[in-house]
């Protein structure tokens, strides 16, 4: 059996009729830069993560950068964010001069360590981005207490975790602004590049509304630069389509995941992170016992919207032999991530300052392992992956020392 780490058609190819009509809706329309399909996605978008504003733009990553650009973050500013994230947290802050500082992650959730954060804290710290990775919520109160404490921003990066709610409340509404991303991979997927700025306040949403057409106003008056950030009508229109239909894939990704972790927990060797033991690498460690590998959990007080399943594999290479025993079995898998920031070679001239700590987050770089758990897997595929795990515990040797 193949089972891949994400089908985009399993999704898309059943919308095919709605697609199409949208399509031809917009090629009719003769529109296409900004208007009213890209006005309603953004009404949709913030509605639906409640927050006031929603600003289209062209990709996740244009997203974070635009906002940063609205909060005027700028060389001799320095902006806290998760040494293990997707790259594009961290390249936005560097982009704009900024100094990014590498902050540590929590071995149970994943999510940035708000203890280690609030020890790099600066009077220079402009801004903090958490980032609600794999689809879960970073541990939102205590951010936004830090950051009012020392008078500093919060950017959510919700590239993962469009839907996904902290004490009932929607990513990416907490902070100044939230961002997210259509890339196909992510829980809401387009058809190429797109992403979303949300925010509450009328001036900032002003602001980036205004960045993103070459800060001008009027037309070919500039107040100052910006750029093309735009999200395309057509880009808006399809995924108006999918909107329709993404409470659905989201309960499918949890009742998947939930599946996993059933069926998963039963195994000899597979223990669940244990949530009490947020942030604390020691006392997780001890709690895990001989555990080989470490099941994902999702905080009571989370709704979690699983953009991905992520094991820990404990042990010297052996993520990697259980990579490979699942590649075998023709089983899509991936690591998120390999390498964190402050191991980025790119990073390497930053200031000691900015990368040092972090040990958690490297532990975790060796040890990820990111399963399907995408919509549309059926049951008989995840008993498939639960079947080459539990051969593996038992064909592999235990964790040698
Ligand atoms: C995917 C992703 C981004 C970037 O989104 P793009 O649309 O690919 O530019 C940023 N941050 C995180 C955490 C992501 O997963």
């Given at each position: 059996m193949k089972v891949p780490l994400l089908d985009v058609n399993a999704q898309n190819i059943p919308l095919e009729e709605e697609l199409t009509a949208a399509f031809s809706r917009v090629l009719r329309s003769g529109?296409?830069?900004?208007?009213p399909e890209v006005e309603e996605f953004e009404k949709e978008v913030a509605d639906f993560v409640g927050a006031r504003h929603g600003i289209g733009v062209s990709s996740g990553t244009d997203a974070i950068l635009l906002a940063l650009m609205a909060l005027d973050i700028g060389p001799g500013d320095e902006v806290l964010c998760p040494t293990f994230t997707f790259f594009a947290t961290a390249g936005c802050i560097s982009r704009l001069g900024a100094t990014p500082v590498f902050v540590d992650a929590c071995p149970v959730c994943f999510n940035i360590d708000v203890e280690d954060a609030a020890r790099k804290m600066t009077e220079r710290t402009k801004a903090i981005i958490p980032v609600h990775l794999f689809g879960q919520s970073a541990e939102m109160d205590e951010i936004m207490i830090l950051a009012k404490e020392h008078g500093c921003h919060v950017v959510e990066d919700g590239a993962q975790a469009i839907g996904a709610r902290y004490r009932g409340i929607g990513c990416g509404?907490?902070?100044d602004f939230g961002t997210f991303s259509f890339?196909?991979?992510?829980?809401?997927?387009?058809?190429?590049d797109g992403g979303m700025v949300v925010c509450n306040d009328e001036d900032l949403a002003e602001r980036a509304r205004m960045l993103r057409m070459h800060g001008s106003k009027p037309k070919y008056f500039h107040r100052e630069v910006g750029g093309n950030f735009r999200l395309d009508p057509l880009q808006a229109a399809l995924l108006r389509v999918k909107m329709e239909h993404y409470d659905r894939y989201s309960r499918a990704r949890q009742a998947n995941a939930a599946y996993y972790l059933e069926r998963l927990s039963a195994l000899e060797g597979v223990e669940s992170a244990s949530p009490?033991?947020?942030?604390c690498a020691e006392a997780q460690e001890e709690a895990l016992g001989a555990a080989r590998i470490i099941l994902p959990v999702c905080y009571e007080h989370n709704e979690h919207i699983w953009n991905q399943f992520t094991l820990r594999v404990r042990g010297s290479g052996e993520r990697d032999l259980l990579r490979a025993h699942l590649t075998e079995r023709e089983i899509g898998s991936e690591v998120y991530?390999?390498?964190t920031m402050d191991q980025q070679q790119c990073f390497?001239?930053?200031?000691a300052s900015s990368r040092e700590g972090n040990e958690v987050a490297h532990q975790l770089a060796g040890e990820v392992l990111s399963i399907p758990v995408y919509p549309e897997l059926g049951r008989e595929m995840q008993d498939y992956v639960v079947t080459a795990i539990s051969d593996f515990l038992e064909k592999e040797p235990p964790m040698r020392e």
């Open positions: 529109r296409f830069i900004m208007g509404s907490m902070g890339f196909p991979s992510k829980n809401l997927g387009g058809f190429g009490t033991h947020c942030c991530y390999p390498l390497a001239g930053l200031p």
